[in-house]
């Protein structure tokens, strides 16, 4: 008997520019932190009206959740489904933890003195256990030293992965709206905790999904709702200035702190109609886009600190050239975390929800 295909896959697996909408938040998030670490001038902050993490966790609720949707829909277990993303997250990520202390090592900015001690020992650690935040002192002199700042993000999307599956049969049990009403009350208000908090309670929340977890349920929304969801240039003008109204006067003096405390539940709404709309209007071109240069998002944002540090260590900084050599060396190594580590683990997959293949089924 066929499977009937769930609401998230008819989204996702249709002709669709997500991996272009991940490459082009991946190229915002190396402006800001380059304008901010490299001191380019005001050009460059244009690329703040766009939040680029909270892009990447929108689409995260959307494809994550399709994923597994798919798996439970075919009734495989959950395993194949934490396999899934352990080799999408963690290969590269181990692949930075080896490469990134012996490339600076090679150029001089660190001695194998200061490497071979016990801080090398918990960077690893770190990494291993996908909590990859330590800052070791032996960066110390190497531009900010924090070469894996927005590696916050890491444990933020691991954390989310883990409650997917609850998600999935909890709303095949009990419907959306009984599950996703209450989870948009807990995570809105552990966003307005940490804000309001700080210290611990605030850096464990800003740890995981539970802060920003509206572009995450956002996604879900999307997921279950995409395929019925009318697709109008006027609603997408109206989406879009709802969100840039906010971006931009968001933060001003005035509103701020409310802005500050609410900025995910405000945002994620009109966010994600315009992910949508781009990810399923845009020109074909753009389509595809993974299957032409590789998939090469989530490397730029694990290397693109690196690079930054690297080039403040050499004394470069301010000018547009070195700007470019910023996005050549990230695409680059982007490049080489593709080819070399992301995509060869990505083999590894059993089921996936784009190019399914067959596999033993198992009881969800």
């Given at each position: 008997m066929a499977t009937q295909i769930g609401s998230a896959e008819r989204v996702v697996t249709r002709a669709n520019s997500f991996d272009a909408l991940r490459l082009f938040a991946a190229l915002v998030v190396v402006f800001q932190h380059g304008h901010a670490g490299l001191g380019f001038g005001e050009g460059f902050h244009i690329s703040a009206l766009f939040d680029g993490v909270a892009i990447f966790f929108v689409l995260s609720g959307l494809l994550v959740y399709?994923?597994?949707q798919s798996l439970a829909s075919r009734g495989i277990g959950?395993?194949?489904f934490f396999i899934n993303r352990y080799l999408r997250i963690a290969p590269a990520l181990l692949a930075f933890a080896v490469l990134a202390p012996v490339l600076f090592l090679l150029v001089g900015a660190v001695s194998a003195k200061q490497l071979l001690t016990f801080p090398l020992v918990v960077w690893?650690?770190?990494?291993?256990?996908?909590?990859?935040n330590y800052h070791p002192p032996f960066f110390e002199g190497i531009g900010s030293g924090v070469i894996n700042g927005p590696l916050y993000t890491i444990p933020a999307e691991c954390?989310?992965?883990l409650i997917v599956p609850l998600l999935v049969v909890a709303i095949r049990r009990w419907g959306l709206a009984k599950v996703l009403v209450p989870y948009f009350v807990v995570t809105v208000g552990?966003?307005?905790?940490?804000?309001?908090?700080?210290?611990?309670?605030?850096?464990?929340?800003?740890?995981t999904f539970l802060e920003r977890g509206s572009y995450f349920?956002?996604?879900?929304?999307?997921?279950?709702y995409g395929s019925r969801i009318p697709l109008k240039r006027g609603f997408a003008l109206l989406a879009a200035a709802i969100y840039f109204g906010l971006v931009t006067f968001g933060p001003m003096p005035a509103v701020e702190s409310v802005y500050g405390l609410f900025k995910s539940a405000l945002v994620a709404a009109p966010l994600g109609y315009l992910i949508l709309f781009v990810g399923l209007k845009a020109p074909a071109v753009f389509r595809g886009i993974s299957n032409k240069i590789g998939d090469l998002s989530y490397g730029i944002y694990i290397w693109h600190s690196f690079v930054i540090a690297l080039l403040a260590w050499a004394g470069?900084?301010?000018?547009?050239?070195?700007?470019?050599?910023?996005?050549?060396?990230?695409l680059v190594l982007a490049l080489g975390s593709w080819f070399v580590v992301e995509k060869p683990a990505l083999g590894l997959k059993r089921v996936s929800v784009r190019g399914l293949r067959p596999s033993t089924p198992a009881r969800v």
């Open positions: 399709s994923s597994a959950w395993k194949t690893f650690g770190a990494f291993l256990a996908l909590l990859p954390s989310f992965y552990c966003g307005v905790i940490s804000g309001a908090m700080g210290g611990l309670v605030g850096n464990v929340l800003h740890h349920g956002v996604g879900i929304l999307l997921a279950h470069l900084s301010g000018e547009w050239f070195v700007m470019l050599l910023l996005v050549t060396i990230t």
